[in-house]
């Protein structure tokens, strides 16, 4: 694992990746991209909702929306932790993003007795280009 100087650090997330935004000598730079692995919504051809699959009769159910849902939960619960493992060094965190994903990886972190006494704020921002993240991150961490 790396180790940066700086103790700031902007993290921009979605469900499909990361970006984690590090300061060094007042400038902010890309520390790296953690890309997720959870699923995205695939349906067969001639699949219609979670409650039957290749049937639009309703008394024919499943569980289909139950297991699609196990998934998801356990491969947001791994990329929670290795989005953790990646922040545990650093003392002021900013996390921003679309939707609530955001949200949820903040109370992941409150849950963690490592982030205890360390600043983290969430705010809720749309996409970015990479260079608006980096100025968005600097003006952030810039007094």
């Known amino acids: 694992m790396e180790t940066y100087s700086t103790k700031q650090v902007g993290v921009w997330l979605d469900q499909a990746k990361a970006y984690l935004i590090?300061?060094?000598?007042?400038n902010a730079f890309l520390m790296e991209i953690i890309e997720s692995k959870i699923p995205r919504l695939k349906r067969e051809e001639g699949e219609s909702d979670d409650k039957t699959r290749f049937s639009s009769d309703s008394q024919?159910?499943?569980?289909?929306?139950?297991k699609k849902?196990?998934?998801?939960?356990?491969?947001?619960?791994?990329?929670?932790?290795?989005?953790?493992n990646k922040?545990?060094?650093f003392e002021d965190i900013l996390i921003i993003g679309p939707g609530t994903i955001k949200d949820q990886f903040f109370n992941a972190l409150m849950e963690?007795?490592?982030?205890?006494?360390?600043?983290?704020e969430v705010q809720t921002k749309g996409k970015f280009s990479e260079n608006q993240l980096m100025a968005y991150i600097n003006d952030f961490f810039t007094p």
């Open 87 to 89: 922040l545990k060094d």
């Open 69 to 84: 849902n196990q998934i998801k939960t356990n491969e947001l619960k791994s990329y929670f932790r290795k989005l953790q």
């Open 112 to 120: 963690n007795q490592e982030y205890d006494g360390k600043s983290i």
């Open 60 to 66: 024919h159910s499943s569980s289909n929306e139950f």
């Open 22 to 26: 590090g300061m060094q000598e007042g």
